[in-house]
């Protein structure tokens, strides 16, 4: 018989009834330190003390009117990421699918608006996340993601991870936008290189084509800037948000330059709930607290001390873990058993580490965890690796 909850997940068997900074906390009172921070939402930590206070005192006052009304928050938030980025302008969603969307919508809009309907074509990545609608599946293009939900919206072209020379050889006069993950989350934490970041911005220049980057999950602060795309010194024109940006409420934004959304008229988009005052009470805290000075800085030095570390633990068990890839604070331990024997080891542990494609475990911790809780992560993460080489010998 179907669980009343439809059953498309594969959960743990554990379930957290308390949060603090990055610690989890059971029914029963154990705690878990949790370097998966809900999928790198809970940037800030669980029950972060201004967020909850952000929170509260809008819940106080007002939650949602709708966007048949000016929404102040939802203006302040807008104006502290146009500040923050290279967008001009703002759509407020309510998670990253529908920032794809947006983006995805937004981009054929530009083309079919200046007179080249016909340039519809969006480049897309092997291996990429984009979300679960029809058009994120479509733009992943993965069979486990497509099967058995076709017809597939068409117009997404795919080439390999990595492969430029066939960006270059796909794109053309039919191209809307490449869009890409600067660094793939769900893939496995594999980042774009810098210089293939430049050629693909340079590739799109010349192609006339927009360069969307979904930084649903590599964005706000992750990895050790506030958008990862900054490293390569390039902008994209169009670019999805979300996950981090409400700190676990959800919330999501799709980003833009003037040209980019000039399609964008009255009428064109809509979402009943997003940019709604409370998600933007929430958002505004977030971005004004990784904003402060230092604090991306702080990401960089603990993203050097985790990974310091985890290179000794892959070096001291090389039948576990291959080695460490990504950056900052969104670090993929490569693995030699199995990810689910590596997740379930962690459990063990009392570690929660997430699991990821290409043999992966993502570590995303809460951007403000501690020195020590970096050290402590590391002991448990060793005493992963110890029970799981153990088993080799018995
Ligand atoms: C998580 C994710 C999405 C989808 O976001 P949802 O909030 O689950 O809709 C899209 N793109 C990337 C890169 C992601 O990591």
Known sequence: MITPVLPTYARAPLSFVEGSGPWLITETGERFLDLGA???VNALGHANPRLVAALEAQARRLWHTSNLYQIPNQQKLADLLVDNTFADTVFFTNSGTESVECAVK??????????????VEIICFEGSFHGRSSAGIAAAGSEKMVKGFGPTLPGFRHVAWGDLDAVEATIGDATAAVMVEPVQGEGG???MSEADLRRLRALCDAAGALLIL???QCGMGRTGKLFAHEWAGITPDIMAVAKGIGGGFPLGACLATEK???GMGLGTHGSTYGGNPLACAVGIA????MTEDGFLDNVSRLSGRFRQGLEGIAGQFPDVFAGVRGSGLMLGLMCRKPVPDVVKAGYDAKVIVVPAADNVVRLLPPLNISESEVDEALARLETVARSLQAEVVT
């Open 38 to 40: 809900g999928i790198a």
């Open 106 to 119: 937004m981009a054929r809009k530009h083309f079919s608006h200046n007179g080249q309907p016909e340039r």
């Open 189 to 191: 934490i594999r980042p």
């Open 214 to 216: 979904d930084e649903v």
């Open 260 to 262: 980019a959304a000039d």
């Open 286 to 289: 977030v971005v004004e607290t």
